[in-house]
């Protein structure tokens, strides 16, 4: 397409060209005197995954709540495959998008089978209440029902969990059974809300190969996520949200190379940003006093070493796989909500 700010990845696997699935354009959200969102154009295309970064209150999660009907935008409008959305969340979802939520939401008391069996409800003829009371249409239906869903399971890796109660399972789990649970819609486009957070490092790595799982079904990703190493291995594009405008996008190489990026999550104005003078000023100060504090201290810390020459070399190995973005990966920990 355009020559823009774009993309080799794009051009190799040919979704530079792709048919749309989500357009948002000019999507605007206020909340009294607050713009948590500020029109913000955002093309999700077939086959991509797209990430969606930015620091804590950038107003991503917002973002989703307009794409998904969850709150009316202000001004803009939202399209899925070239049809503009109704916002209403079951309309939304009836179309074909798909969403998880940052705070798990799941019928904890229901099973991991029932969960999914829910998310399937829009695309049977009984709806909710006859899957949930079990009437006799729902009867008919459910053993495809419950085909389709265990398949579901089996793909995120819970279907020998099937039966237990959703509040048993690990956090991480809890989190694959939403997107079970979310793809039970069958959807064409399915929004990731932080889908690795609490997260062990081995349940990132499954969660990474479930994403490109699911983009090879045909699915296109959107994924909102702190973990910036998992967010530059999966994505195609990443569109970075900063006070609720969207400074970059592009993809990861671009993304990642943008001094305005970096400054974004490290606190640290680029030239020319709003504050940056004064910022410079305080951090001048701070290396000053810092400069003047440190020498004593490590000196004490060593003494207490029997035996330094046995854990000094493992400081100076390379932190493997801790790469460019470690600085951003620690924003995850400010996230509890
Ligand atoms: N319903 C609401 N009413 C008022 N303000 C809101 C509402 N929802 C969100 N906000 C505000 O909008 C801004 C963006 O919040 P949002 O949750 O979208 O950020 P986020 O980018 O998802 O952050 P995080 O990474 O912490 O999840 C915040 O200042 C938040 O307080
Ligand atoms: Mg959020």
Redesign the pocket.
């Known amino acids: 397409m355009n020559a823009m700010t774009t993309t080799t990845k794009e051009t190799a696997t040919g979704t530079a060209t792709a048919a749309p699935v989500l357009e948002a354009s000019g999507v605007t959200?206020r909340?009294?005197g607050?713009t948590?969102?500020r029109e913000v154009d955002l093309t999700v295309r077939e086959g991509e995954i797209v990430g969606l970064i930015?620091?804590?209150?950038?107003?991503?999660?917002?973002?989703?709540?307009c794409l998904t009907g969850l709150?009316v935008p202000t001004e803009g409008q939202v399209s899925y495959k070239g049809t503009v959305l109704p916002p209403k969340p079951h309309l939304v979802t009836q179309a074909g998008i798909a969403r998880t939520f940052?705070n798990i939401r799941l019928f904890s008391n229901m099973t991991v089978l029932e969960n999914v069996l829910v998310g399937r409800h829009t695309r049977t003829k009984e709806g909710l209440w006859s899957a949930l009371l079990r009437g006799p249409g729902f009867k008919k239906a459910e053993a495809a029902s419950r085909e389709r869903a265990m398949e579901l399971l089996e793909f995120v890796g819970l279907a020998s969990k099937a039966e237990h109660l959703a509040r048993n399972l690990p956090y991480g789990e809890q989190r694959k059974l939403e997107i079970a649970r979310a793809l039970a819609s069958d959807p064409g486009l399915l929004l990731l809300?932080?889908p690795t957070a609490g997260m062990n490092q081995s349940e990132t790595r499954t969660t990474e190969e479930l994403v490109f799982a699911i983009r090879d079904r045909g699915i296109a990703v959107l994924v909102?996520e702190?973990d910036m190493k998992f967010i530059f291995k999966l994505c195609d594009r990443v569109a970075v949200?900063v006070q609720?405008e969207k400074l970059v996008e592009g993809t990861s190489e671009v993304v990642q190379g943008d001094e305005r990026v970096v400054a974004a999550y490290l606190g640290t104005p680029y030239e020319g940003a709003p504050g940056a003078e004064e910022a410079a000023e305080v951090e001048a100060a701070e290396a000053h006093a810092a400069a003047a504090t440190t020498a004593p201290e490590d000196d004490a810390e060593a003494g207490e070493d029997t035996a330094p020459e046995d854990t000094a070399p493992s400081d100076d190995t390379p932190a493997a796989g801790t790469g460019k973005a470690s600085g951003a990966d620690s924003?995850t920990e400010?996230?509890s909500?």
């Open positions: 959200m909340f009294g607050l948590a969102v930015g620091p804590n209150g950038a107003g991503k999660t917002t973002f989703f709540n709150y940052q809300d932080e909102i702190h949200l609720g924003t400010g996230d909500k």
